[in-house]
C-alpha cells in the first residue's frame, strides 16, 4: 500500500517588490481600484495580499469592503475623500478603513501593494495617511533571550489600530541587532525607510532587504532578524488577539 503526503510550502518571507514585478493583475468590470487585482497565494483566513494595477486615469470607489493598507510601488495616484486630497507617490502609503468612499486619479499607471483584513469591526470611512515623519515614541524591544548581542533602541509611532487591536500600521525603527528566529504569529507588511536587515527562516533560505524594499512576513513563518545598520520601516501588521 502506498501513501501520499501532501508537501506544505514553508511559510517564510516574501519580496513583494519582485513578486509584483512578475504578476499582471487581472481585470474584471468595475472601477480598477477594487477590480485590478491580483492576490498573492497566502493560506486561507481574514489577510489578502496583493497588487492594484492602476491604468491612466481616474475612478470611484463608492465603498471600501474592507479595512485596508495600501503603498505605492511604482507610479504616483491622488486620492480624494470630501475636501481632503492625499497625493502618494512612490513610497507612499495610507490606510483606508472599512467603508471609505473616494476618488482618484492616475496621470501614469500606477501598481499599488495593499494589505486587506475582512471581518473586523465596523470602520467609520475614514482614510488615514502614514506619517513617516511623526515623533517616534520609546518601545518595546524583542526578548532578551532571542537575541545575539546588545539590546537595541526601539521607538514607534502609529497611525491606526482598529478597535480590537488587531489590525495596525505605523512607522518604527531600531539601533542595530541580531535576533534568532522566531515564531510570526503575525503577519507582518514592511517597507524600508532606512537601513538593512537580512532574514534566515527554518529552511535556511536567506534574503537581505534593503533602503526602498517591500516585503512580508508570512503569519506562521519561523525567522531571524539581523541588521548591522539604523533601520526605519513602515508596518502594517495583522496579529489575531
Not at 505605492?72 to 495616484?77: L, Q, R, T, Y
Not at 476618488?103 to 500606477?110: F, G, H, K, V
Not at 494589505?115 to 518595546?140: C, K, N, Q
Request: glycine share 10%.
Amino acid at each position: 500500500m502506498t501513501s501520499t503526503a501532501t508537501q506544505t510550502r514553508t511559510r517564510s518571507f516574501i519580496d513583494l517588490r519582485a513578486w509584483a514585478a512578475d504578476t499582471v493583475a487581472a481585470v474584471t468590470s468595475g472601477d480598477p481600484f477594487l477590480t485590478a487585482r491580483t492576490d498573492l497565494s497566502l493560506a486561507e483566513g481574514p489577510i489578502s495580499v496583493g497588487l492594484i494595477a492602476l491604468p491612466h486615469g481616474a475612478g470611484e470607489v463608492a465603498k471600501m469592503p474592507a479595512e485596508e493598507f495600501i503603498i505605492v510601488a511604482s507610479g504616483a495616484v491622488r486620492i480624494e475623500q470630501g475636501d481632503k486630497t492625499i497625493v502618494l507617490a512612490e513610497g507612499d502609503s495610507l490606510l483606508l478603513r472599512d467603508g471609505a468612499a473616494c476618488t482618484w486619479t492616475a496621470d501614469a499607471e500606477t501598481r499599488l501593494l495593499f494589505m486587506r483584513r475582512t471581518g473586523g469591526p465596523a470602520g467609520d470611512g475614514a482614510i488615514i495617511p502614514v506619517d513617516i515623519d511623526a515623533p517616534l515614541e520609546p518601545s518595546g524591544a524583542p526578548l532578551a533571550e532571542l537575541l545575539v548581542g546588545p539590546t537595541p533602541q526601539c521607538r514607534n509611532h502609529g497611525d491606526y489600530k482598529s478597535e480590537d487591536g488587531e489590525f495596525m500600521v505605523g512607522t518604527w525603527d531600531s539601533t542595530p541587532y541580531h535576533r534568532r528566529a522566531m515564531f510570526y504569529p503575525h503577519y507582518e507588511l514592511m517597507y524600508l525607510l532606512d537601513g538593512s536587515v537580512t532574514f534566515v527562516d527554518e529552511d535556511g533560505a536567506e534574503g537581505t532587504f534593503d533602503k526602498g524594499d517591500i516585503f512580508l512576513v508570512e503569519q506562521g513563518a519561523s525567522c531571524s532578524w539581523n541588521s548591522q545598520v539604523h533601520v526605519k520601516k513602515v508596518y502594517c501588521i495583522y496579529r489575531p488577539a
